[in-house]
């Protein structure tokens, strides 16, 4: 990203030079999957036929993230790529408190806006209904609607349109409203899960100054994407997942070219190798010392575990 500091780890894995702003520490999450199949249990459905007769089911467990630990810093912009199912969105929505880990624990220091899904929008209204309702939803008073509503309408871009049913939107103009109505609460922390994706080229550039300045603000904008450009141009840092597991986090030309070269092995029919390659990249990644942080973050995560119930 032009203009920039790149990201660095130091040993330990945390930085000194910035202030934390989220600490992700020892994040698991797992699914647990219900399944009443008759098909690949190898008995010809016999034992799906038992289990109705009975009513058993049999469950799998995913893990979705396992073992997740790392820092964001006040004005990062982090990048998040890996293959489908690596636990991207996963991740978004447990640090939007959306999803519960199942181990660990996530402290941020104000209220982390997942784009796209706290905007709890209705299709049969308009444009302009969904903004005020959208706003409302993310706790703003009717005043501060009132206020930012222009706004809101011009980082959509949606002039023209704002009076028109949303169900009448293309995907693009949905993810330019939900952007825009993200954006009016003036995030600290934003979490952007591939919607700059389905924008035109004057709405990725009205979002990316929108991220610029919330970064520049001293915030922390997360971007989930498959496309490495849109994370290059966007990020001074990026994280890779595999399969839930936390390959690399670092310079986002360095993480996305190894993550690149392993893509291109797996599907050149190399696996053994990328996955060799792949393992060898997490073995060499430090360990993240929350421990070392001040003590600030960890009496504001003890406070957030006493208020979900835990001892
Ligand atoms: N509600 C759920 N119940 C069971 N399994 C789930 C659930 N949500 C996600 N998973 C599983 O967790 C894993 C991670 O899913 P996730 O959606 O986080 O991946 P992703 O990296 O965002 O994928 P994509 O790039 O395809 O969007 C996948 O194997 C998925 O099947």
Not at 84 to 96: C, D, E, Q
């Amino acid at each position: 990203m032009a203009g920039s500091a790149k990201f660095a780890l130091s040993e330990s894995g945390v930085r000194w030079d910035a202030e934390p702003s989220i600490v992700v520490d020892n994040v698991d999450v797992h699914y647990r999957t219900q399944h009443h199949g008759d098909v690949g249990d190898g008995t010809g459905g016999i034992l799906a036929a038992a289990r109705r007769r009975f009513g058993g089911s049999s469950s799998t467990v995913k893990h979705a993230l396992h073992q997740i630990s790392f820092v964001g810093y006040k004005g990062d912009s982090i990048g998040i790529v890996g293959r489908n199912g690596s636990g991207k969105s996963t991740l978004m929505r447990v640090l939007a408190g959306l999803t519960l880990p199942t181990g660990g624990s996530i402290y941020a220091q104000s209220e982390p806006v997942l784009l796209g899904v706290n905007a709890a929008l209705i299709p049969s209204l308009s444009g302009a209904q969904n903004i005020r309702l959208g706003c409302l939803a993310m706790g703003m008073s009717e005043d501060e609607v009132e206020s930012k509503y222009d706004s809101v309408v011009e980082m959509s871009g949606l002039e023209d349109e704002i009076n028109h049913p949303m169900k009448t939107y293309s995907a693009g103009m949905g993810a330019r409203l939900r952007f825009a109505i993200a954006c009016a609460v003036d995030p600290e922390i934003l979490l952007v899960d591939e919607a700059l994706n389905t924008g035109d080229a004057q709405f990725k550039q009205r979002s990316k100054q929108r991220m610029d300045f919330i970064r520049e603000q001293a915030g922390t904008v997360f971007i989930v994407s498959h496309s490495l450009g849109t994370i290059k141009e966007n990020c001074n840092r990026c994280i890779w997942l595999d399969k839930g597991d936390f390959i690399m986090d670092g310079d986002p030309e360095v993480v996305t070219k190894e993550y690149h070269n392993f893509v291109w092995r797996m599907t050149q029919g190399n696996k053994d190798y990328g996955m060799q390659i792949r393992n060898e990249i997490m073995a060499s990644r430090p360990q993240i010392r929350t421990d070392l942080l001040e003590s600030g973050w960890r009496s504001a995560k003890a406070a957030r575990k006493r208020a979900a119930g835990k001892p």
